[in-house]
């Protein structure tokens, strides 16, 4: 999947595209036992891993995006946090979502592998560059993903940037 590199709408688009966000019709599968429960709501793209449906935070499985203030580049000037929420609102759009629960983080969250259009939303998240694999909880599920953005130079990886479990425990 070839996905351009987010932008952030223009004026005259900003409203539409924030209604077209709040309106995409997704497929949850968000059950205690894991078993596929499938009901349609909004989602909302939270940052670039993180989503909201209905009342439900879902963090995404195995990976770390920048968080939405963060910056990247030689002069910090690329707003790389901004663009994974884009690049993630983008994959959402490619199809139902359908998220798997894998556990519940300390902020009540949900943590779950979602899917959209056939792709791991966390995977291909890597794979263009815009979140890294966190082996500390996905045991390197990514890593193939996250060497291939890694040698293409694609988003974070086209210069230089602070892994965000980094960025935040500076921030601290």
């Known amino acids: 999947m070839n996905l351009p590199k987010p932008t952030k709408p223009g004026p005259q688009q900003g409203a539409a595209t924030k209604w077209m966000r709040l309106l995409a019709v997704i497929l949850v599968a968000l059950s205690a036992c894991g078993a596929p429960a499938r009901a349609r ?14 009342d439900v935070r879902i963090r995404l499985w195995g990976i770390d995006a920048p968080e939405l203030d963060q910056r990247c580049g030689t002069h910090n000037n690329i707003p790389c ?3 994974a929420r884009f690049l993630l609102e983008a994959l959402t759009k490619g199809g139902d979502v359908v998220c798997e629960t894998r556990d519940r983080d300390p902020y009540g969250r949900v943590v779950a592998q979602c899917f959209a259009g056939g792709y791991d939303l966390a995977g291909e998240m890597v794979r263009q560059g815009y979140a890294l694999d966190w082996p500390r909880y996905s045991s390197g599920h990514y890593q193939d993903q996250q060497a291939e953005a890694r040698e293409a ?6 210069g230089p940037f602070t892994p965000p479990w ?3 425990s500076q921030r601290r």
Do not use: K, S, T
């Open 166 to 168: 980094d960025w935040r």
């Open 153 to 158: 130079g694609r988003g974070m990886w086209a």
């Open 81 to 83: 946090g901004e663009d």
């Open 41 to 54: 709501e909004d989602v909302r793209v939270v940052d670039g891993d993180g989503l909201r449906i209905a």
